[in-house]
């Protein structure tokens, strides 16, 4: 995907995002625990998300995947990380193949009827990328345009309401891209002729996604996040990936 938004977005510019490099999706296979004692906690995620969730070399690190590292020995389990298409992250939690779906994870009405959210873990916004000599100077500019979006997320259900315009699951020429803020930043960042719009698109919060009824393991991961937030390792989490302004 990042690959895709710099070609479309800046032409032939190289790019050198963090992690960048193209991985298909492990898959083992193996189905997930369904108890929680001393099992494996299966964690699906799509690493293409950086600071929550991208490559290291072979490894998928970032805030989501220390989060989960950090739930799971609290719930003394081993954790595996599955890498995916975003898309496929709830069906995977629902047909039980993996226990948790963990990927800077919008609560939205729409999921909420399909898997069962814990506590939220992180404020994020959506906001919007665009080349540095763009018109499109607010979130308001948009009409009438083509957005970039990844499949599935809730940038491509916002950019679905803008009138009139064009939504593109990051193909080819796109004139403005939704995506959440940090991600975007860390986008921004590592290739040169971009630039976020300061307005903010929409506010939203993440949190970790379990099968529908499965209030054990909720429970358990509520406790866990709690206890992770009281402590302050939550934030040293989220400090070691996003550098405070
Ligand atoms: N926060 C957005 C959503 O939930 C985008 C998340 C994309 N995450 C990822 N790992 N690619 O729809």
Do not use: W
């Not at 009824?213 to 934030?235: H, R, V």
């Amino acid at each position: 995907m990042k690959k895709l938004i710099a070609a479309a977005l800046v032409g032939t510019m190289v790019l050198t995002m963090a992690g960048c490099g193209s991985k298909t999706a492990e898959t083992t296979g193996s189905e997930a625990s369904s108890d929680a004692a001393g099992g494996t906690l299966v964690m699906a995620t799509n690493a293409e998300f950086p600071p929550y969730e991208y490559y290291e070399g072979e490894n998928v690190v970032g805030i989501d995947a220390d989060i989960a590292a950090a739930v799971a020995d609290k719930l003394g389990m081993e954790l595996k990380i599955e890498d995916m298409a975003f898309d496929s992250i709830l069906p995977a939690v629902t047909s039980g193949k993996a226990d948790i779906g963990l990927a800077g994870m919008t609560v939205t009405e729409d999921l909420l009827e399909n898997v069962d959210f814990s506590d939220t873990y992180a404020h994020a916004t959506q906001v919007v990328i665009v080349k540095e000599d763009s018109d499109i100077a607010s979130p308001d500019d948009l009409e009438d345009k083509k957005i970039g979006v990844q499949l599935g997320t809730t940038g491509d259900i916002y950019a679905g309401d803008i009138k009139d315009a064009t939504v593109e699951r990051y193909n080819k020429g796109f004139e403005a891209v939704v995506i959440d803020g940090e991600p975007a930043k860390v986008f921004v960042k590592e290739n040169e002729g971009l630039k976020m719009l300061d307005e903010a698109f929409t506010e939203e919060d993440y949190a970790i996604a379990v099968a529908k009824g499965n209030d054990e393991l909720l429970d358990k991961i509520n406790t866990a996040l709690g206890e992770l937030k009281d402590s302050g390792e939550l934030d040293k989490i989220v400090d070691k990936y996003i550098t405070a302004e």
